[in-house]
């Protein structure tokens, strides 16, 4: 199932972040030979700027960094030169080249003032695996101050900077997938002098997560706005959620007792699975506001069982 699965998701046409996310499931599956292969497919389409994975005129910020934690294993794989100078640049456009707001933090579009939840799995990994770490908690902090309701305990969308209110407010199911998953990173890869931080974020996760699981319907899955039941059925946050529990079981910093919670959830998100591989009843590409299928749901779903299968079964 699962090879079919990544098969399908290889076989679609990609944006940035998609390149990114599939990069970072087959990095996390252990098939290093085909994310080498992406990263000189991402550093082909990189703009001059730095943005990696730049197709179709995008105005993405963060997206196009995204993928820098599989070109950093990427470059540590090959030593190849042409991959580290693209790298580098990546790097300076994080750094220096990113529109940002006064208080530094980066927006997630070229043409707007907003940040956006998805920001919180592009940005802040990508600035920790290349040893800058203080700077990735100052960006996840930003978007945690912006999009995290504090009573709810759920990510908002996109916050408008410039206007000083929510331009999309509702609580986005994958949305709050990006920003459980990129909390998860910053977990496992922050240096032991940031243990504050590091905790921080656990409480953050782990309170984000019971949240969502309060919001699971009777088919063990979630709705597109997870509060909100007229929105249409969505797979692809069941799976980031799954992925994020069995990583924080595995790893220490949440409860083992979560593992039987979301068992029921992977079931029913196997159950979206094509004979063909495709993981249906995702955000569907081009423009994420319908049903449908799309390479970040495969990539999920890959990510799910990389590490679900081991803790789970």
């Known amino acids: 199932m699962i090879q079919k699965v990544k098969s399908a998701m290889l076989a679609m046409q990609r944006h940035s972040w998609e390149q990114a996310v599939c990069a970072q499931s087959l990095l996390e599956s252990g098939d290093f030979e085909t994310v080498v292969q992406m990263c000189y497919e991402a550093v082909n389409r990189q703009t001059e700027d730095g943005r990696l994975a730049n197709i179709g005129g995008q105005n993405a910020v963060t997206d196009p960094v995204a993928i820098v934690p599989a070109m950093v294993k990427a470059c540590e794989i090959t030593g190849d ?175 083992e007792a979560l593992l039987s919670e979301v068992g029921p959830i992977r079931a029913a998100a196997h159950k979206h699975i094509s004979p063909y591989g495709i993981v249906t009843e995702v955000c569907g590409a081009p423009h994420f506001d319908k049903s449908g299928f799309a390479p970040e749901g495969q990539a999920f779903c890959v990510l799910m069982e990389s590490v679900a299968a081991a803790t789970q079964d």
């Open 81 to 255: 030169p042409v991959l580290k100078a693209a790298l580098e640049k990546a790097v300076r456009w994080m750094l220096e080249g990113a529109p940002r707001s006064s208080k530094g933090i980066i927006y997630h579009m070229d043409n707007a003032s907003e940040f956006w939840v998805d920001s919180m799995y592009m940005l802040p990994p990508s600035l920790l695996s290349v040893g800058y770490a203080d700077e990735a908690v100052k960006q996840a902090d930003g978007y945690i101050d912006a999009l995290w309701d504090s009573e709810r305990h759920l990510f908002r969308h996109i916050w408008d900077d410039a206007k000083q209110e929510f331009r999309v407010g509702e609580y986005w199911g994958v949305g709050n997938g990006w920003a459980i998953m990129g909390l998860s990173r910053l977990i496992e890869y922050l240096p032991e002098k940031m243990a504050a931080d590091r905790e921080r974020y656990i409480e953050i996760a782990g309170k984000t997560i019971k949240a969502a699981l309060a919001l699971k319907n009777s088919e063990d899955l979630f709705y597109n706005f997870l509060d909100k039941p007229d929105s249409f059925l969505e797979v692809g946050f069941a799976m980031t959620l799954c992925y994020t529990v069995a990583k924080g079981v595995k790893q220490g910093w949440l409860p």
